[in-house]
């Protein structure tokens, strides 16, 4: 995970800010920058290979997201993590994801439910490969079953709930894997339910897959 990022001189200041965005938001959902590790620009900048200013502008975009939390005169820290904090983060997501899935069956139109079949393929068939991909497309599938709700706002909170809700996922996931959970089944049910434009099938069977991977999840926060 100790990829070097080394600027291209071409590159401009928010190009190489982007990626090292993206990749300290990488080691922080992943665990691998741990839940209140001190951030230190220093350390950040030669783990990188970049200059100090796209590090400490990445940490400040990073508050926004929740995941970085600034100190007063002090300098950056990882979001905590706890119990209250993944209860909440997963009963919005439940009830947002809710109201953006009712809207996109209300809107169903034939090109986006190819587009969600399309999305369901491409995570299943990356199931079989690298873990990173399956998760990027993973993301993509969940955020395709409700893309179709045409409120940009409220696509945002999910987006941004789905990636509070990943990390502990990841933290979890360290300790240990789930058992006798089959993963696919549920998404093809979920799947079969929208394409059915069955929203009262479709929102239960999507809130008990969160919720069951909750329970899972809750059982490893300390």
Partial sequence: MNKHLGPDKNASDNSVTQLVYDKLRELILTGELAPGEKLKINVLREKLSVGASPVRE???????????????QRGFRAAETS???????????????????????NNMSEDWAEQLLLKHHRMTRASL??????????????????????????????SQLY???????????RTSGYEGRKI??????ILNAVLAND???????LVSHYQTTGAYVAKHIH
């Fill in 129 to 158: 490969g690298p873990h990173n991909i399956f998760e990027e497309l993973h993301k993509t599938f969940h955020m395709g079953l409700i893309d179709n709700c045409r409120s940009p706002l409220l696509m945002g909170f999910c």
């Fill in 163 to 173: 990636d509070l809700n990943i990390r502990y996922r990841y933290i979890a996931a």
């Fill in 184 to 189: 696919g089944d549920e998404h093809q049910q």
């Fill in 199 to 205: 929203f009262e099938t479709a929102n239960q069977l």
């Fill in 58 to 72: 990445a940490l400040s975009l990073l508050t926004s997201d929740q995941l970085v939390v600034r100190l007063d």
């Fill in 83 to 105: 119990r209250e904090n993944f209860q909440e983060i997963l009963t919005l997501r439940c009830e947002l994801e809710s109201m953006a899935l009712r809207q996109s069956l």
